[in-house]
């Protein structure tokens, strides 16, 4: 069950402090502290989409504070779900959003979902993709050069079959990751966005 703060498309993640924004931008380009998230009908369809088993480990990489990460573990049979997030703000948030959700759940549950959930603070060109199976990346915003960095490591992660982005790679992609689909979303900025899938 979300809180009615949850299902906002307002969220916390856009309330990051301008030193907070800057610090993101001046590591990982001009746009790349932009907020934004597809809504929880949106992350249920891309999962319904993905069919996901106990063998995968997504990444979100940009995760904000993290409801798509969370929401693939509560919904989905995921057997990791990761965010890396670079603000610092968002991160804490991402924490501190996790933390609650996990004392609402029976103990159980709780220590459960726990283990299929990772939140790191780090820069997504620096993360561990060794055994990730899919990539989601918000990349509406994010500078041409730091979309090219995540489809350059889409190419070199041995075990991915699937990078999800909110923006169209550039042509030049093509060859090396064609596109299998393209999912219509609603986001928190466009009610009728598109998703883009990419096979390995
Ligand atoms: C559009 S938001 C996506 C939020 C989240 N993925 C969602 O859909 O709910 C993009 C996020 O990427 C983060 N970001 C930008 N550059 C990054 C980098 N180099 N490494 C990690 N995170 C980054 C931003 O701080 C921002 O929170």
Excluded at 65 to 93: C, D, I, M, P, Y
Excluded at 146 to 166: F, H, I, K, N, Y
């Amino acid at each position: 069950m979300r809180t009615p703060e949850e299902l906002s498309p307002l969220t916390a993640g856009h309330r990051a402090p301008a030193e907070d924004r800057a610090a993101v931008e001046r590591r990982a380009g001009a746009g790349a502290a932009a907020y934004g998230e597809l809504c929880p009908e949106a992350v249920a369809s891309a999962l319904g989409w993905l069919r996901l088993t106990s063998e995968d480990e997504l990444v979100d990489l940009g995760s904000g504070v993290g409801k798509l990460v969370t929401q693939a573990a509560q919904e989905s049979a995921v057997g990791l779900a990761r965010g890396v997030e670079l603000s610092r703000f968002r991160h804490r948030l991402a924490r501190e959003r996790w933390a609650r959700i996990l004392r609402a759940a029976p103990p159980g549950a709780a220590r459960a979902l726990r283990r299929r959930v990772r939140l790191e603070w780090g820069d997504l060109r620096e993360a561990d993709l060794s055994r990730a199976t899919v990539l989601y990346v918000g990349s509406t915003c994010f500078p041409e050069a730091l979309l090219d960095a995540v489809a350059e490591l889409a190419c070199g992660a041995p075990r991915l079959r699937v990078l999800l982005s909110t923006r169209a790679l550039a042509p030049r992609w093509g060859a090396r990751l064609p596109e299998q689909a393209r999912l219509r979303v609603r986001t928190t900025w466009d009610p009728n966005a598109w998703l883009y899938a990419y096979a390995r």
